[in-house]
């Protein structure tokens, strides 16, 4: 049961993650692109390498010889996952899945063509010219989406002919990839989405967690909530289709699963197959084990038999709003002092504009109403200070 992992990237999620490995006795060592990142401050070692270098992450793998490959991110250099799985070695949740989920084209066309789930409608584009005629073709508005991309890097919709040009420049400059290919989504009017966060098990049925609701801004996660406020028609559809996609993926650990609800039904977006970023609000205490622990368990191969609401939470992001490299907090004092409120810190070490450095987190009994909570969230987040 003593295993060694190898964590590629080492943000808030990651540390996390490692810390509850830490607490089941599990040797980490925490990769990321920079020195001193969150997760390697909790763990027993760390690499510092461009993970997009897949020779660079041969050494690494080759020097620490793991049981398990973590990815935290997306942008890694995943095809190499396929022979780590030949070497003995297993990639959480399997090379498949990291694989499919860092190209937006992958996971869709999986979702969409192979598995028949329901999608905005959609094209693919490598040049202005392309845009144009997908533009036509899916109508407007649209969104458009470098295919190598998070965290809205590069996404905009367009609204009027005009926008096609900027919206290309824009997904251009905010691509990962060598070879830029955007995807165009028609805009799909949602009543609110929903992160559906899914545990696959080696020798154990997949489980489901309370839905979780988020608002988003920039391509960034504001608020997030568990419960969501789903009906019963709309949550048996997500957990359908994210048996399917999961499922198809392969693999054991936790899946972040986004859908969009609207008065046709659900739709699938996108998934990450590690802990989500909205999924921090189980930080909270909402659920028997947070996100990070049913990760960790589904990977050790532990069973969990079952996963349980036990309050409604909220959190809420702290951002910094200037660049630093000595950044400092105030107000931590007033959100301590506050009732059914606890927060984290992440400990990065530099900021920049709206660069996440800790989340305000509260809960309450498990029937009162979340948009209080939420409320109280903003409230606590916005207590907390990041300076120069
Ligand atoms: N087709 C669409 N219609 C309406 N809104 C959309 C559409 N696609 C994306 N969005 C909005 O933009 C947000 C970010 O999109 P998406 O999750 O695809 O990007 P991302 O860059 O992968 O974000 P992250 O990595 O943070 O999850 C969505 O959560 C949703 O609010
Ligand atoms: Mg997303």
Same mark, same amino acid.
Do not use: H, S
């Given at each position: 049961m003593q295993k060694k992992i190898v964590l590629l990237g080492s943000g808030e999620l990651g540390k996390e993650f490692v810390i509850a490995a830490q607490r089941i006795g599990q040797t980490v060592i925490a990769v990321d692109s920079y020195a001193n990142a969150p997760a390697m401050q909790v763990a027993h070692g760390f690499e510092v390498i461009n993970m997009l270098d897949g020779d660079a992450l041969d050494a690494v793998i080759a020097k620490h010889k793991p049981d398990f490959i973590v990815p935290? $991110? @997306? !942008? $890694?250099? /995943? @095809?190499?996952f396929y022979d780590y799985e030949k070497q003995g070695i297993t990639v959480v949740p399997s090379a498949k899945a990291a694989n499919f989920t860092m190209n937006r084209k992958a996971i869709r066309d999986l979702a969409a063509k192979d598995l028949g789930l329901r999608t905005a409608n959609y094209r693919y584009a490598t040049s202005a010219d392309e845009l144009q005629k997908a533009v036509a073709e899916v109508g407007m508005p649209c969104v458009v989406k470098p295919l190598m991309s998070s965290s809205g890097k590069g996404q905009s919709t367009i609204k009027t002919q005009d926008d096609i040009e900027k919206a290309w420049k824009y997904a251009v400059e905010g691509s990962r990839g060598d070879v830029v290919e955007v995807i165009v989504e028609a805009f799909v009017n949602f009543n609110s989405e929903i992160t559906l966060l899914t545990v696959t098990q080696n020798n154990n049925p997949t489980l489901f967690c309370s839905p979780i609701g988020h608002r988003q801004e920039r391509g960034d996660y504001q608020e997030s909530w568990q419960p969501a406020n789903v009906t019963d028609a709309a949550l048996a559809e997500a957990q359908d289709m994210a048996r399917k996609v999961t499922e198809a993926l392969g693999g054991a650990g936790i899946f972040g699963v986004e859908f969009f609800l609207t008065d046709e039904g659900v739709y699938f977006s996108e998934l990450s197959p590690r802990p989500h970023? /909205?999924?921090?609000? /189980?930080? !909270?205490?909402?659920? &028997?084990? &947070?996100e990070f622990e049913l990760h960790l368990r589904a990977i050790l191969s532990l069973p969990i038999a079952e996963i349980t609401l036990e309050k409604a939470g909220a959190s809420a992001v702290i951002l910094a709003t200037d660049t630093s490299d000595s950044p400092t907090f105030t107000g931590v004092e007033k959100i301590a002092a506050l009732p059914k409120t606890d927060f984290r810190l992440f400990g990065k070490p530099t900021t920049r504009p709206y660069r996440r450095m800790g989340v305000a987190l509260v809960s309450d009994s498990v029937d009162t109403p979340v948009e209080g909570i939420i409320e109280k969230a903003k409230a606590a987040a916005a207590l907390v200070t990041v300076n120069k």
């Open positions: 935290e $991110i @997306e !942008a $890694i250099r /995943t @095809e190499r970023d /909205t999924g921090m609000v /189980t930080l !909270a205490g909402t659920q &028997n084990f &947070n």
